[in-house]
């Protein structure tokens, strides 16, 4: 089960796919890491999935990287005495800190910070997007709004604040209990969701004691302001599309996913590009021709992998999932104009032996007609120094540590 493909694809398991079976044929259609989302399921259900990963790991003689993906802090809005309200285009609402059942014209909101830090001007969303509120108006325990996208809104919807950097904790109670389960059950990864500051990397890093790898997830437009501090502060980073493109606007997203691989590439630190890549997939056997576009996109750019999430947790077609995705990057790095173009965004070595060699390895493996490259590591810093160059030659990394190969 040996591959030269040089980005990675990332498969999320969930009731699709937590079966041994089904693990084993996504592994088998060109699956290299496994994500556990800590947002659904139990610890029962990732532990098994866990334990079935490393013995087909052993099996295959392939070593497979796990992340755990933590949930993140997330903001609800309160319950409505029919389960649900209409939103009229241009009606006031108001969210409060009374905890009634709310109606069209109120609804409770029990996070008691947002009424202290929103102004205003600012948006609301609520629901993915789907309902926009602006602030007309803030008091001490309650914010008027006026919808400028209305629609129905339901009990306990997720609510999205893109302009105001909110106070809550980096993790939750929740988050240290699934980090403290990650670090014991060997997870090689852990995904810190909804970052929007180093402060919050710097208490995951904290809390990890020196465990495992630390990948941020960028998917709040105040993280982006702080960029530098927060890749210098992670192992890694995830462009998370799905919720940055909630709380920016949707044009928005591809010109900054490019400038997102870019960074992560100068620094040579691993970047993945996530979320509805192949969305279509969960329903249809097949993709539509512009989600193959996307995943070639990212290739072409440079990302290091590619991530299905609804596709192989809830889809009808998890393995085909898998399998389209190898396909489409094969067929990319392929393409005579693939090294090209993945060097137009030139990645200069830092002022150290250790890059300079690296480079220089990197040059030579493109000059003569090398059929490989192998690097000796034993933390996996000189093989991400070689493989920041993109060399066209396979790069074969050695190593006497388990865990350094996992990643």
């Known amino acids: 089960m040996r591959r030269t493909r040089k980005v990675k694809i990332l498969a999320t398991l969930g009731p699709a796919s937590h079966s041994t079976e089904m693990i084993e044929r996504l592994l088998r259609a060109g699956a290299d890491a496994f994500r556990l989302n800590m947002s659904h399921g139990d610890h029962a259900t990732h532990a098994a999935a866990i334990t079935t990963i490393r013995k087909l790991e052993e099996k295959h003689d392939r070593s497979v990287a796990i992340l755990c993906d933590l949930q993140g802090p997330k903001l609800r809005v309160g319950t409505f005495a029919d389960g649900e309200a209409v ?22 909101l029990p996070h008691p910070e947002l009424f202290r830090i929103l102004e205003k001007g600012q948006r609301l969303l609520v629901d993915d997007g789907r309902i926009r509120l602006r602030v007309l108006r803030t008091s001490e325990d309650a914010i008027l709004c006026s919808a400028e996208v209305g629609g129905v809104i339901s ?76 890749l210098e502060l992670s192992d890694g980073i995830m ?49 539509t021709r512009a989600e193959v576009s996307d995943v070639a ?79 000796f590591t034993g933390s996996g810093s000189t093989a991400r120094r070689v493989a920041r160059e993109r060399p066209k030659a396979p790069v074969l990394v050695l190593t006497p540590s388990t865990q350094t190969a996992r990643r």
């Open 239 to 287: 462009v998370a599309r799905g919720d940055l493109g909630v709380e920016l606007d949707p044009e928005q997203v591809p010109p900054l996913q490019k400038r997102l691989v870019e960074t992560a590439r100068s620094t040579g630190k691993p970047v993945v590009v996530a979320t509805q890549m192949l969305e279509s997939m969960i329903e249809r056997p097949s993709p």
């Open 87 to 108: 939103i009229r285009h241009g009606a006031h609402f108001t969210l409060d800190s009374n905890p009634e059942l709310g109606d069209a014209t109120r609804v409770c």
């Open 155 to 230: 009990n306990r919807k997720g609510i999205n604040v893109p302009d105001a950097v909110v106070p809550v904790p980096a993790l939750t109670p929740k988050d240290r209990l699934d980090l403290a389960f990650a670090i014991e059950h060997g997870a090689d990864w852990i995904g810190l969701s909804f970052v929007q500051r180093p402060e919050d990397v710097a208490e995951a890093r904290r809390l990890m004691g020196g465990y495992g790898a630390l990948m941020a997830k960028i998917e709040k437009p105040s993280a982006l302001r702080h960029m530098d501090e927060i």
């Open 297 to 375: 996109n990212a290739v072409y750019d440079g990302a290091d992998a590619v991530m299905l999430s609804a596709e192989t947790a809830a889809g009808a077609w998890p393995e085909e999932a898998v399998t389209i995705m190898d396909r489409i990057a094969v067929q990319v790095e392929g393409d005579d104009t693939y090294f090209e173009r993945i060097h137009i965004a030139e990645t200069p070595p830092d002022a150290t032996i250790a890059d300079a060699l690296a480079l220089s390895c990197a040059r030579i493996a493109d000059t003569l007609p090398i059929e490989g490259i192998i690097v």
